[in-house]
């Protein structure tokens, strides 16, 4: 094994595990390209339902959400705006939602809305293309740096401040944001900070090797056969899953003060605690705030898992000290 997670007996909160044992575990052993599509779907038909705010929180009342379109030379690119009351130019926290194959900016409104409103910046979240059999991560991952550098070199028309600028992903997100900031470090784009939520950090062969996983392989919001599924749409054969995994990348210095965010049930735990100890080694300042009672996924769930709300506040902080 490659880490040894924190031992626990916790389980996640009981609304959690309620709210799962209602949805049917795909089989991903024989998804066809149809079932995903209807499992993606379905997944983002219940969280931009009309109740879906008790289960992923009320967005804050003082800021303005709407969709705009980022224009690119050969793809348009929704994005998702969280923007607070201002005639200032504003930080940017560019934010990738998690979730890979299925997800939609929409999930993320609440803590989003709240960093834009607490943090007094311009939350940008990208609706990136899902994984399917013919979408690889790298899709993704350009979507997230297209965005990420499009809206730099177009700062002065969405009013942001392009010196106090940072990236933020959840999960298979945390994935692009870290490999976004890997590309603004080599492309010379100065980035503030990175937040990195429950990170998926490994596609290689070694994804799977980890003690978190093993202790926590059936969990409500992420399994083992999960994992393995997204790994398999994310690396398709004749792809280099390291250059796809920050965990594995060449040089990890002079990167951006980074805040690890890891719930502790959680069978990726150890990604992000691995990859904490490799950007330390690299001479990154990180700092790492886990929560024992919290699983994968937790900080889009506030209205089921408590520790949501001093994880966001964690987050507020920690942008709002590198936004001075």
């Not at 879906?52 to 705006?81: K, N």
Request: aromatic content about 8%.
């Amino acid at each position: 094994m490659l880490k040894t997670a924190a031992s626990t007996t916790h389980q996640p909160p009981l609304g959690v595990r309620l709210v799962y044992a209602l949805r049917k575990e795909p089989d991903y052993r024989t998804m066809s390209p149809a079932d995903l599509a209807a499992f993606g779907e379905v997944a983002n038909r219940i969280v931009t339902s009309r109740f879906a705010h008790l289960l992923t929180g009320f967005p804050h009342s003082g800021v303005t959400i709407g969709w705009q379109q980022v224009q690119l030379p050969d793809r348009t690119i929704r994005v998702r705006v969280y923007r607070p009351d201002s005639q200032a130019k504003l930080p940017l926290v560019l934010h990738v939602h998690g979730g890979g194959y299925v997800g939609t900016a929409v999930q993320c409104d609440w803590i989003n809305s709240h960093l834009a409103a607490r943090a007094s910046a311009v939350v940008v979240s990208v609706e990136h293309r899902l994984m399917d059999h013919d979408t690889p991560l790298a899709a993704i991952v350009d979507d997230g740096w297209d965005v990420l550098r499009y809206v730099f070199q177009h700062a002065a028309d969405w009013g942001i401040d392009p010196t106090r600028v940072a990236v933020a992903g959840e999960s298979a997100g945390s994935m692009v944001a870290a490999l976004s900031a890997l590309r603004a470090r080599d492309a010379g784009l100065s980035l503030r900070a990175q937040v990195l939520v429950n990170p998926c950090v490994d596609v290689t062969s070694t994804a799977l090797d980890y003690d978190s996983v093993s202790q926590y392989p059936e969990t409500p919001t992420l399994t083992r056969e999960g994992l393995e599924f997204f790994r398999r749409l994310a690396v398709p054969e004749g792809t280099d899953p390291r250059s796809l995994s920050p965990l594995y990348a060449d040089e990890l210095g002079g990167l951006p003060p980074t805040l690890v965010v890891i719930p502790v049930l959680d069978p990726v735990a150890d990604h992000g605690r691995v990859y904490a100890d490799r950007l330390r080694a690299a001479g990154t300042t990180v700092e790492v705030s886990e929560y024992a009672k919290a699983g994968h996924a937790f900080i889009s769930m506030p209205g089921l898992v408590p520790q949501a709300k001093p994880a966001r506040d964690r987050i507020v902080d920690f942008l709002c000290a590198r936004f001075r």
